[in-house]
């Protein structure tokens, strides 16, 4: 098993490039099964889930190549819609398949994702919704068998609660339905208006009509179609936490400043320094750091995918702090290895009440999942001394050339086998 090892305490200076959204990438994968045409799709991160997305959708027949930093999709051959547990359980957003497939042959086999340590995952939206469209559904062994008799027809959906892969299997699921499809109380994460953007490209008929409702028409094939990536705000959100934490002076290049607007007034409020351009965001941090208190929300709300990173800040903080996690049952997984640092983090139900005043000390840790695992190295990054992150296989996850991009702005951190 991999592990970092990190010393910390050291002012991170210089420039940081931010890779290709994973969250804007799965989507976008699975939407290219609707095609019969080349799809062309530029800056993918290199992160684990979408090597594992590319290798679901060779399993149901995709002809995959890459050449240099692009990605050619051919589906015109695409012709299985089983989703296979093993391929599924690893990354949740296997489920992405099942709308494009019941859309593309009227139905699909897939299997349900299985929950993770931030929570039970469930995919009920998705299935009612998908219901509403004409689908008929049964759970069996674990997996979703879905048809859709008379095809997809198009219909007014008002999603019960704001869910993001719901928003996306729906919104991909109704490129193809018999019809006009209304759908309302969407998500609307930078990422789905990517995703919406490349469907159009595709030569499908979408249009947000409010701010949380998008109509659809469905259209019988669709065209060839190239797309570029938008960038990871969550990788860019980590980083900007750690020029704050080690009060650093880092330049983060390859972004949409006002995308990460709440981002930015929190962390300002906080007290970093951060000035931005077209696409650079300038961040440096200061000494003192203020406290704030934190409730986790749908876009454009604070996003619960930077929630462990700025808890690590908070913990510098000068006051106590509050976090209520408002979006998962069980996200805080980076508390108790935060408190073996150091910290002084109490839970209580989904709010964490953080001491503030911590000085970091390094230890050996052990990750649990995605963004709790880049929070270790965020506080490691503000330890004296040595620490040892082990099970870093959740972090390949999603974050490109992690320490690779730490080293060029002057951690000293390296992996061992
Ligand atoms: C997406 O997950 C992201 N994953 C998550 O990022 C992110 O944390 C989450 O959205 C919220 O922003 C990808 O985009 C691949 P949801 P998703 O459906 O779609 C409940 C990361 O670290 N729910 O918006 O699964 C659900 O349990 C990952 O990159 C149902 O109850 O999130 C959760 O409590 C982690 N029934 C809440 O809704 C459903 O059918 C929001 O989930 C679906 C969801």
């Not at 086999?109 to 939206?125: E, F």
């Not at 200061?286 to 996003?303: E, L, Q, R």
Request: charge should be positive.
């Amino acid at each position: 098993m991999q592990k970092l090892e990190v010393f910390g305490a050291i002012r991170l200076k210089g420039q940081i490039n931010i890779s290709g959204s994973k969250n804007a990438s799965l989507p976008i994968l699975a939407a290219t099964l609707l095609s019969k045409k080349k799809v062309f799709l530029n800056n993918l991160p290199k992160v684990k889930d979408i090597e594992t997305m590319i290798n679901l959708l060779k399993s149901l027949g995709s002809m995959i190549k890459f050449n240099k930093r692009k990605l050619i999709i051919d589906n015109s051959k695409q012709n299985k819609n089983f989703a296979s547990y093993n391929l599924v359980k690893t990354m949740r957003a296997g489920i992405l398949v099942l709308g494009p497939l019941l859309a593309k042959f009227g139905y699909a086999k897939v299997s349900l994702p299985g929950g993770c340590s931030i929570g039970t995952r469930p995919v009920d939206i998705h299935l009612k919704a998908l219901s509403k469209l004409g689908v008929k559904y049964k759970i069996i062994q674990g997996y979703v068998h879905a048809f859709a008799p008379k095809g997809l027809i198009g219909s007014k959906i008002n999603f019960p609660k704001i869910s993001v892969g719901a928003t996306e299997n729906l919104i991909i699921a109704s490129t193809l339905a018999k019809g006009t499809t209304i759908l309302s109380n969407c998500a609307i994460e930078p990422e789905i208006k990517d995703l919406v953007n490349f469907l159009i490209k595709m030569g499908c008929n979408l249009k947000w009509i409010s701010k949380r409702t998008i109509q659809i028409i469905g259209i019988n094939q669709s065209k060839e179609a190239i797309h570029s990536i938008m960038f990871d705000r969550i990788e860019a959100g980590t980083y900007l936490v750690a020029a704050a934490i080690t009060e650093g002076n880092l330049k983060i290049k390859n972004v949409i400043p006002y995308i990460l607007q709440t981002e930015i007034n929190v962390l300002r409020k906080i007290g970093a320094k951060i000035t931005t351009k077209k696409n650079e965001i300038k961040i440096v941090g200061n000494k003192k750091i203020k406290n704030i208190n934190i409730k986790t929300a749908p876009y454009p709300g604070f996003p619960t995918d930077l929630q462990a990173q700025i808890m690590v800040l908070l913990c510098k903080a000068n006051k106590k702090s509050l976090i209520r996690e408002d979006i998962f049952e069980n996200r805080f997984m980076h508390v108790a290895e935060l408190n073996r640092m150091g910290a002084k983090i109490s839970i209580s139900g989904n709010k964490a009440l953080i001491n503030g005043n911590t000085k970091f000390e390094a230890a050996e840790l052990m990750a649990t999942d995605l963004r709790a695992s880049v929070s270790l190295v965020l506080a490691a990054l503000a330890a004296k001394g040595k620490s040892q992150i082990n099970r870093i296989y959740h972090l390949d996850r999603g974050y490109e050339s992690l320490e690779k991009k730490l080293k060029k702005v002057g951690a000293r951190i390296r992996r061992l086998n």
